[in-house]
């Protein structure tokens, strides 16, 4: 498909696994995101991504969560040792370049996945 | 630092009429983008309308225009005609659209917490 895709839909896991959630993003994109939804509210941003730049992680909640982008395309986020706050639904973003101000280039979201810690 | 308030947790509106969403905004960012997104129950984020700081005019696209007044830093939505598809979470985000002066990130969109959108027929 042309959109972004995500993997998998749905992640239960018991409290202190570590778990991976993969992200591809919209060929031709070199701007990927990160954020996190929890119920009932806005988006949370995690970390962004810009072609071979480093990452910014500003939005990581703690250092049990990193992520990386191999070849500037595929993403992936990783929680070590999970908590039960850290369910949630984490949405990946891709857009064209945003590092020059690229003007009303939209983030296309992936559906996200649903992670629920036990 | 940037930030969007959305003071409706929910609105109500009958299939046909029209609809306004509110947004307000703060930021420090000279230059920045405003996005609305709609969030139907299954959960998709779907890119609705945009709106440049510089633009002179108003963004429409199909029954979705935006009433940007800068001045009052507010980005309200406008819905013409609902329709029964319309019914979802709605969420305004700001970009800044040149990178900050430290030269630290961050091309973030900084979210609102949503208005919840229910048409009745």
């Known amino acids: ?118 | 630092a940037q930030k969007i308030t959305q003071t409706q947790p929910g609105m109500f509106v009958q299939e046909k009429e029209a609809v306004t969403l509110d947004c307000t905004y703060d930021t420090s960012d000279p230059s920045y983008g405003l996005f609305w997104y709609k969030q139907p129950s299954s959960g998709e984020m779907i890119f609705l309308i945009y709106q440049g700081s510089y633009d002179q005019q108003n963004a429409t696209e199909g029954r979705y225009s935006l009433n940007f007044q800068k001045a009052r830093k507010s980005a309200n939505l406008v819905i013409s005609a609902s329709q029964l598809g319309d019914s979802a979470m709605y969420f305004c985000a700001i970009f800044p659209l040149l990178p900050p002066l430290s030269g630290a990130g961050s091309y973030q969109l900084t979210f609102g917490k949503g208005t919840k959108l229910s048409v009745i027929p």
């Open chain 1, 1 to 118: 498909g042309a959109g972004v895709s995500q993997s998998p839909s749905n992640k239960v896991t018991e409290k202190g696994k570590d778990v991976e959630l993969r992200c591809d993003p919209i060929s031709g994109h070199t701007a990927l995101y990160w954020y996190r939804q929890s119920l009932g509210q806005g988006l949370e941003f995690l970390i962004y991504f810009q072609g071979n730049s480093a990452p910014d992680k500003s939005g990581l909640p703690s250092d049990r969560f990193s992520a990386e982008r191999t070849g500037g395309s595929v993403s992936t986020l990783t929680i070590q040792r999970t908590q039960q706050e850290d369910s949630a639904v984490y949405l990946c973003a891709s857009s064209l370049d945003s590092s020059v101000g690229a003007a009303g280039q939209p983030q296309h979201f992936g559906d996200g996945t649903r992670l629920s810690i036990l």
